[in-house]
């Protein structure tokens, strides 16, 4: 079955710290990965996408993400936390054969200490 | 609208009540997502609409749950009967692409559903 694992519910940093989020998905085909960010109040929004193009992506707010096939991961990570990155980021993962479902890893909320 | 927009933004309702939650989606975007999202959770896929028919329902959790996008823009999220585990929040997304591999979804804010 296809789906998304996201390691850890909660990460803290201190701000200026590296970030690091971590999805691993599971797939027999070639997958296309998303990162979404959910704000307080706020609707998901995209912050990057893997489509098979180049395996480093970089998204918006200085966060980019890795594809590793060999290591079926694609994690998130951004060199240098703000408080403003404070959100719950989710993991989503779906596929060429599958035109429609795009599935969502649990979400890991991100808080980031002064 | 510049986004999508979702209404009611909260429903609280009695056990065995019927509700309707409404998506208006960004115009032109063909394509239109229900998820829900309950609490410590991620968003759980339920439909997918392609224009006016659903091109995938494998998500809704059972037939007390129905959606209609009668023209290809707004659609209805229908709930018969309605049941305590029924709480959480319903996203609606919309997509400009034909594909869902490649486009980006488009969240509205949501309605947050209460069965007391």
């Known amino acids: 079955a296809q789906s998304v694992t996201q390691l850890g519910s909660h990460v803290s940093v201190s701000e200026g710290a590296l970030v690091l989020l971590r999805c691993n998905y599971s797939?027999?085909?070639?997958?296309?990965l998303f990162w979404y960010v959910q704000y307080p109040n706020q609707g998901l929004q995209l912050l990057l996408k893997?489509?098979?193009?180049?395996?480093l992506v970089k998204g918006i707010n200085g966060f980019e993400a890795e594809f590793k096939k060999s290591e079926t991961s694609f994690h998130l990570t951004k060199p240098s936390a703000h408080m403003s990155d404070a959100a719950e980021y989710f993991c989503?993962?779906?596929?060429?054969?599958?035109?429609?479902?795009?599935?969502f890893g649990s979400g890991t909320r991100l808080s980031i200490r002064p | 609208g510049a986004g999508v927009s979702q209404t009611p933004s909260n429903k609280v309702t009695e056990k065995g009540k019927y509700v309707e939650l409404r998506c208006d989606p960004i115009?032109?975007?063909?394509?239109l997502y229900w998820y829900r999202q309950s609490l410590g959770q991620g968003p759980e896929f339920l439909i997918y609409?392609?224009?006016?028919?659903?091109?995938?329902d494998s998500g809704l959790p059972n037939d007390r749950f129905f959606a209609v996008r009668p023209e290809g823009s707004v659609s209805t999220l229908k709930i018969q009967r309605t049941e305590r585990g029924d709480s959480a929040v319903y996203l609606c997304?919309?997509?400009?692409?034909?594909?869902?591999?490649?486009?980006?979804?488009?969240f509205g804010e949501g309605s947050r559903l209460t069965v007391l």
């Open positions: 997304a919309s997509s400009p692409t034909t594909s869902g591999n490649t486009g980006e979804l488009f």
């Open positions: 609409f392609q224009g006016t028919g659903a091109a995938d």
């Open positions: 797939s027999s085909v070639p997958p296309y």
């Open positions: 115009s032109g975007h063909t394509a």
């Open positions: 989503a993962v779906t596929f060429y054969s599958s035109a429609s479902k795009i599935i």
């Open positions: 893997y489509t098979s193009a180049a395996t």
